[in-house]
Every structure is written in C-alpha cells, then in structure tokens.
C-alpha cells in the first residue's frame, strides 16, 4: 500500500483497541500507534486474515498472541491492502498444515470470492461451492452438527437410536445410503445417524451428514416410503446443498474468513447452528433432491412414489406443528408437488424392496418402536 492507512489494532494481550496507521516496509506490515510510536512489525508472509464483517477485513499473523488482529475497516482501504498482499491469498494458518492441492484452490475460491466482495457481486453460492474443498465442507458439517445439537439445550445432543454401528438396522441403511450415492461423483462418505425425535423430520448437513428423525420413521408405512426420503437427503448430499446453503445464508464478508484463515469455519458456523434447523433449501435444491431419490428409486428397482407418500401424509398431518417441520426444512412448493404428483400415480408393480425383511424390521424398532411383525393385531 502507498501511504499508511487507517486501522484498529488489538494486541491480544489487553483489551485495549489502539488506532493505528499501518505501513508496508519490505515484506512487513509496520503497526504505528497516533503518536508515531510503533507497536509491531508483522512479517506480511506471517499475516492471515479471519473471519470479521462485511466491508472490513480481520488480519492474525503467525507468531503473535492468538487475539492479536489488525482491522481494516472499509471497502476502499481493505481493496488496498488486499491489492499489496497478495501474499493473503497463498498464505494460511501454520496450524493447518494441508496439501497444496487444497491450497491452489482455496486460492481459487479466494479470488471468487474477493471480487464478489469489493464489487459488490452477489454470490453465485453453487458455483462458490464446487470449489470449496471437501475436507472443509466435512470440517463445517461436523461444527455445524456441533452448533445444532448445543442449540437443543441439551448437552448430550441427539440420542442416536441404536450407537452400534454394526447392528443389522444401521448396516442396511449404510448399505443403502453408499449404493444411492454410487456413480454421483460425491467425494463424501455419509453418516447417517437415525435420532430420537418427536419432529417428523431429515435433513442432510455439510460433508455427508444425514439425520433422521425418529417421529418420521415412525410414520413411514413403507420401505418405500423410508428409503424414498433417505435418497432425498443423499441427494443433498450429492448436490452440496448444505454447504451451498451455509454460503448464501453466512454472506461474503464471512467467507472470506473461512477460507483465508479460519478453515474449520467455527466462526461461519457459529450461531448458523440454531438456525439451520429451520433452514429451507432453495426450491431448486428440492427438485434436484426429488429428481435423484425418483433416480435413485428406479435405479435401484424400489418404488419411487414413496417419497411422495410419506411427504403427502406429513403435510397432511392435522397437528400444524409436527407438518410444518418437515415442510420447512424441504418446502413443499407448488411446482414441488406438480413434480412429485406423477410420481406417486406411478405404482410399478415387481420392485425390490430396499431391505429385507429383517432389516425393515430392525430399521422400524431401532428406535424403540413396536416391531411390525410383532404389533397385536
Ligand atoms: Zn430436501
């Protein structure tokens, strides 16, 4: 930068927020209390920047106390000090020591991402997403998932159903969530974690994370109509809805901090927890969500109108509340009906089950339900 321009700093050490003229000597960004003094010098190769807001940029360096920040505030001074370190764009945490691989795109994703900032673009969030490398999406999800389950105000979070991964319930649906996600190209691995529940409800979370609410399998009459909404949510899944999703909902200024310097994106995630319950995904997210479970349906020779079965009996669910749930999560949009309507006149006879028997079975009492088989009739 030529000249010195206006900045807070904080020295990590007190609370004190000094304003500062900063100055680049050399390959080092010199720090100047008022009166001249100085108070750092940070070699600009040290420097990261963090999550901070919209039109300002948060700058760490390697070496200093953890809370020591400069922050330049302003479109006009962040564009210049971002044009005289370009250095920002290679550089990350010494404590994230990842492959270059990840580097070359985070860059990528970087300069997206910067030029939609200073020129005030709005964010294409899917096509941000393809370049956010998937071991940060996964990192996200799992901080997400975090958030979520500390915003139940219950410290243990979910209760997971049935904890042995190996029992013959959690194996069958494994099984079916990596053969429904077989052939998209995700370079994910799926959790799918059934949970207890009073809500009727899925959904899919950044990285390969699925949950599935108890009250919702309870009212899945049919495999099919399990397996119909299962595939629904590998479909978000494949698709990266969740993190296209946390891209558009944590806006610009956000992600700049998560892909510079905060790559777990605890910052971005935080608070985002008690809200993505309540998230909706896009109306385009749903369709392609529907398009690939009906896909993944015929693919797989089970019936596709199950989806639209237990989505319909859901929606129609006298009690507001427990409907409003699922709807909100994945909106039952007009258009959204129109789709799914044919597919639920469609009853081809001669399809597979999804499971065995004894795995529907396992699958409907893993939470504690009434085994069908054994119910009083
Ligand atoms: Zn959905």
Known sequence: MSGSIAARFHDGLVAQVHAVALMHEAGTLVIRAGDGAEL???????????????????????????????????????????ATLPVLGQKRRQQTGREIRIAVTATVALAAVIVAYLYGVPLLAGRITGLVPPEWERNLGETVARQMEASLGDDSGFEVCDSNPDSLANRAIARFGAAALEGSGSPFELDIRVVKSEIPNAFALPGGQVFFFSALLEQAETQDEFAGVLAHEVGHVAYRHGMEQLISTAGTGALIGF??????????????????????????????????????????DFNPAGLADLINRVGADDEFARALALLSTHPLTDDRKAALDPLSQQRPTGLEPPFTTAEWNAIRSMCGMPDPKTKSK
């Open 40 to 82: 750092g010098r940070w070699a600009t190769a040290d420097l990261f920047a963090v999550h901070g807001r919209k039109d300002e940029l948060r700058l760490g360096a390697n070496g200093q106390p953890t809370g020591a920040r400069v922050v330049v505030k302003g479109r006009e001074d962040v564009a210049r000090v971002l």
């Open 259 to 300: 892909i510079l310097g905060d790559m777990t994106g605890i910052s971005v995630a935080a608070g985002l927890g008690a809200t993505i319950i309540d998230a909706r995904f896009s109306r385009d997210a749903e369709r392609q969500a529907d398009a690939f479970a009906a896909h993944v349906a015929e693919r797989m």
